[in-house]
């Protein structure tokens, strides 16, 4: 009842929510699941906020990052889905001031989430962290970091035009290609079909190299000693 009351537009009823509900009484646990549902359902009731609020509002937000209270992202009180709200609802600049550490460990903790994906198009500072996860991650050597990222590429493919550069799809390919020659198993099934799955990445790489082929021949290089960009392109991406 009352995130449905918070998502709606009016201001009387978000301000009497944000002070009886989230200043006056954010310090008592047995009202967290109710702030936690108010702001996945209108992280615009944050604005404004007393200062010792904000301090409480991140902790209780903190706390359900690692352990939240439900596990499907689309349920307003994920952590993603709450991100994504005080983004659409705050802007990208307060939440980085208020909510930074917040946002930084969500985007760490689920950052394929659709819902985050979705609010970035007016958020080029979070989109930067998040494609910077997207790099670390392709590329690990840990299986149980690289495999999930292959195999949310081509969810994510959807979004590369929106979120990623030519030259970020192309960092991103030579980083599946890694974690595949390190044995991620759903590296090496997205590498045997020369990405195929996800298409975006594959033409933004293509062309990546054929802009900049000398910058593209040195990443390449620098990945894997002695491959030349011509032979990467064909055996990696089916180049003609």
């Known amino acids: 009842m009352i995130g449905s009351l918070s998502a709606g537009d009016d ?3 978000q301000a009497l929510i944000r002070r009886k509900l989230i200043e006056d009484q954010s310090h008592d646990a ?3 699941g109710w702030i936690a549902r ?3 359902a209108n992280g615009a009731i944050l604005k404004g906020l007393k200062a010792d609020a904000v301090l ?3 902790a209780l937000l903190m706390a359900g990052v690692d352990a939240p209270a439900s596990r499907s992202v689309s349920v307003i009180i994920h952590p993603a889905t709450q991100l994504a709200s005080m983004i659409d609802g705050l802007g990208e600049s307060t939440v980085l001031a208020d909510f930074g550490a917040f946002a930084e ?3 760490q903790r689920y950052p394929y989430a659709a819902p985050i994906l979705d609010e ?3 958020a080029p500072k979070l989109r930067e962290q998040l494609v910077g996860v997207w790099l670390k991650n392709a590329r690990s050597s840990q299986f149980d970091t690289a495999n999930p990222f292959a195999q949310a590429a081509p969810q994510l493919d959807d979004y590369a035009k929106a979120v990623l550069s030519d030259e970020q799809a192309f960092r991103l390919v030579i980083g ?3 974690a595949a020659d390190w044995g991620a198993r759903r590296a090496k099934a997205l590498r045997a079909e020369s990405f195929a799955s996800t298409p975006t990445i594959r033409e933004m790489a293509l062309r990546q190299a054929e802009k900049k082929p000398k910058a593209s021949a040195a990443l390449v290089e620098k ?3 002695g491959t030349k960009l011509v032979a990467f392109l064909t055996d990696e991406l089916d180049a003609d």
């Open 176 to 178: 599946v290609v890694e």
């Open 120 to 122: 970035l198009g007016d």
């Open 30 to 32: 047995d009202y967290a």
């Open 223 to 225: 990945a894997f000693p």
């Open 38 to 40: 108010t702001i996945g």
């Open 11 to 13: 201001a009387a009823i």
């Open 56 to 58: 409480r509002v991140r």
């Open 105 to 107: 460990a969500v985007l």
